[in-house]
């Protein structure tokens, strides 16, 4: 049964919440594209205002909603509430660069799924890649091939998985403890690097441990270049709602 939407929402908790009920506002989506994919655990696909847009959310509760827009509101296209627990990465990207969108999701329970987004099929699910715990993952193209690498922290541990073959390209061999992972360039070099919340940065490529600190990033992470040196930096939000920018480039803290 589709349940209409009809307001922009305070928070991405309001979205699982305003699924239940119909409002009488209507939406205005371009204001809803730019706040709710500032949210953890959003994500995007198509052109706010079109028909091809969709909105994807995964609440604590352990069930990923997945929004379209039509005539002027967001209704509830199709939901997953089948994960059993709490969701702790989702993403919507071209895995294997074909055209051909999917949507990968972990859970704190220990499992990863990727759906077909066209057909909202469930395509894979690590029946033999146990995990007991799933704390977070990111996707990015780490060695140049087609397809994309999903960085997976699990049970303490550090693995890259290949999304198109469907298995585990890289695991860390020490124990590497962490939440959160984001992927992107920091250095002069041409690879990408892994960063995790801990305060260990691994090479891509190589994945060497490139850079490490005494204390973690923060609970969450993200890179963007906070001091204009053609460098990205790290910020991190901590527990008690502070924030704080690391430059990785010159190794300290500057806020």
Excluded at 82 to 93: N, Y
């Amino acid at each position: 049964m589709k349940r209409t939407i009809l307001v922009a929402f305070a928070s991405a908790t309001a979205v699982a919440c305003g699924a239940s009920r119909a409002v009488t506002t209507e939406l205005d989506v371009t204001a809803f594209s730019k706040t709710m994919s500032k949210f953890y655990l959003t994500a995007e696909l198509g052109t706010p205002g079109t028909a091809d847009y969709r909105f994807f959310h995964a609440d604590k509760a352990g069930h990923i909603h997945v929004y379209k827009y039509d005539d002027g509101v967001m209704e509830t296209e199709w939901e997953v509430t089948t994960l059993g627990s709490r969701a702790t990465s989702l993403i919507v990207a071209d895995l294997y660069s074909d055209g051909k969108q999917k949507l990968a999701t972990s859970s704190i329970n220990g499992r990863l799924l990727i759906y077909d987004v066209a057909s909202y099929q469930l395509e894979w699910e690590n029946l033999q890649l146990r995990f007991v715990r799933v704390d977070h993952a990111a996707v990015a193209n780490l060695d140049g091939d087609k397809q994309l690498e999903v960085v997976i922290l699990a049970d303490d541990n550090l693995f890259i998985f290949d999304s198109y073959n469907r298995s585990i390209q890289w695991s860390s061999t020490t124990k590497m403890p962490a939440k959160f992972v984001v992927i992107g360039n920091i250095d002069d070099d041409p690879q990408l690097e892994i960063v995790l919340n801990s305060g260990s940065i691994v090479d891509g490529r190589f994945y060497n441990i490139q850079f490490q600190t005494d204390q973690p990033f923060g609970d969450r992470i993200a890179l963007a270049d906070m001091t204009a040196d053609g460098f990205a930096d790290v910020v991190g939000e901590f527990p008690d709602r502070s924030l704080r920018i690391f430059d990785v480039w010159r190794g300290r803290e500057v806020w």
